[in-house]
């Protein structure tokens, strides 16, 4: 069952549900007020989109099911999750103007991170590994928006706005023909 390739629930496809509720779960905390915990699950997610690529290709497990829920994964874990810790974070004092233009950015890079991922999905083949990204992953995507918590955090970037401007550069680069090498 664990290593059929065609069962749903196969090893692969089980650790990218881990995934999916890692980054459900950090929202949830985020939402609380929870930001440290929200941080632990979203590396624990990122530990587990690592592993199912790596189970998957093992045990030749890797399905189109499998691509699809990834993504799906990738979503939630790595462009909405990381995109609600920033926004709670910069908003938390902002006023319903900060607030709106904000929450516009951080729409546009939502949905950046969803169109990011489908173009990926529509050039994807069942256990393939391209030697380069086209654009900035998701994954990177959310790193480089857990930098931005951090600089704010240290009040190295207090700054809402300037903050807004480089999510808007880190939306752009997830459809750009920037070349990123495959780990």
Request: glycine share 8%; no cysteine.
């Amino acid at each position: 069952m664990l290593f059929d390739k065609n069962n749903r629930f196969n090893l692969a496809n089980l650790i990218t549900f881990g995934n999916i509720a890692a980054g459900l779960i950090a929202i949830h905390f985020i939402v609380h007020g929870d930001f440290f915990t929200a941080i632990i699950l979203a590396w624990i997610a990122g530990i587990l989109d690592i592993a199912d690529g790596k189970v998957a290709r093992k045990y030749n497990l890797s399905t189109e099911f499998g691509i699809q829920v990834d993504s799906y994964a990738d979503f939630i874990s790595f462009v909405v999750m990381p995109s609600f810790l920033l926004y709670y974070a910069i908003t938390k004092d902002a006023s319903g103007m900060q607030e709106l233009i904000l929450g516009l950015l951080f729409i546009a890079y939502i949905v950046s991170g969803l169109r990011r991922l489908i173009e990926f999905n529509m050039k994807s083949e069942e256990g393939t590994v391209t030697k380069f990204f086209e654009g900035v992953p998701t994954p990177l995507g959310a790193i480089l928006l857990w930098i931005l918590y951090l600089l704010f955090s240290y009040e190295v970037l207090s700054n809402s706005y300037v903050i807004g401007l480089f999510v808007a550069g880190i939306a752009w680069s997830l459809n750009s023909k920037i070349k990123i090498p495959h780990p």
